[in-house]
Each structure stands twice: as C-alpha cells, then as structure tokens.
C-alpha cells in the first residue's frame, strides 16, 4: 500500500491544520493507521493512532492531549489528524503508517510495528 500524506504547512502558534493521508489499494479497512512526528536532531515520536474499529488513541505524553484528534474514513481510505491549538513545540515532519491487523480491535505504538509508511508532511508553526 502506498500513503500520502497533505495538508502540512506554516502556521502560527494557536491556529489548526488538519493532516491528511490518502492509501492506495482496496485493503485499507484491513490496517490500524498511526501518525508518528520527528523534530529536528530528535527521534520520531508516536502521536496517535486508530484502529480498524475506529477507535482512537494517542501519546501518553502530555505534549498533543486535547489538542490532537485521530480520524479515518474507510470508504475514502484516508486517515486524519486533526491539530489545534498548535505550538512551536509541534513543529516535525508528521508521518503517516499502516500496521496490518487482523483484528478490529488492535493498535500499535511502536514505529518497528507498522508495514508501511508515507513520506511525511512538515508542519511549521512560528510563535
């Protein structure tokens, strides 16, 4: 499966962006979807992720809660990421991954867990 991911951009401090990441193939009810970011000089972070069910969830990290929605839409094969409230600290190249699932119902966090992955969308936001 291939993904691609839009919707980055420059932004202040305080605005939203919603992330998009568009899958090829008829297979994409089959995956849970993530959304992982990378800073620069850091390692990339787990944001969200969803299950095939819909089911929702995020980072422990206190650093996207509230603030950050996980979305999908199996018949447009797209997942979302929706963000507002965005701070400086938000700034990273946001990256779209697929995990094949078997069950509805299962999710990973971790990066190694996923099968495919986009090129990622940079998302800047200035204060």
């Known amino acids: 499966v291939q993904l691609v991911e839009s919707g980055g951009g420059l932004v202040q401090a305080g605005d939203s962006l919603r992330l998009s990441c568009a899958a090829s193939?008829?297979?994409?009810?089959?995956?849970?979807m993530g959304w992982f970011r990378q800073a620069p000089g850091k390692e990339r972070e787990f944001v969200a992720t969803?299950?095939?069910?819909?089911?929702?969830?995020?980072t422990d990290s206190d650093s996207v809660k509230g603030r950050f929605a996980i979305s999908r839409d199996n018949a447009k094969n797209t997942v979302y990421l929706q963000m507002n409230s965005l701070k400086p600290e938000d700034t990273a190249v946001y990256y779209c991954?697929?995990?094949?699932?078997?069950?509805?119902?299962?999710?990973?966090?971790?990066?190694?867990?996923?099968?495919?992955w986009g090129q990622g969308t940079q998302v800047t936001v200035s204060s």
């Open positions: 991954a697929a995990a094949i699932k078997r069950t509805y119902y299962s999710i990973s966090y971790a990066a190694i867990e996923y099968d495919y």
């Open positions: 193939g008829r297979t994409f009810s089959s995956y849970a």
């Open positions: 969803i299950s095939r069910a819909g089911d929702p969830y995020y």
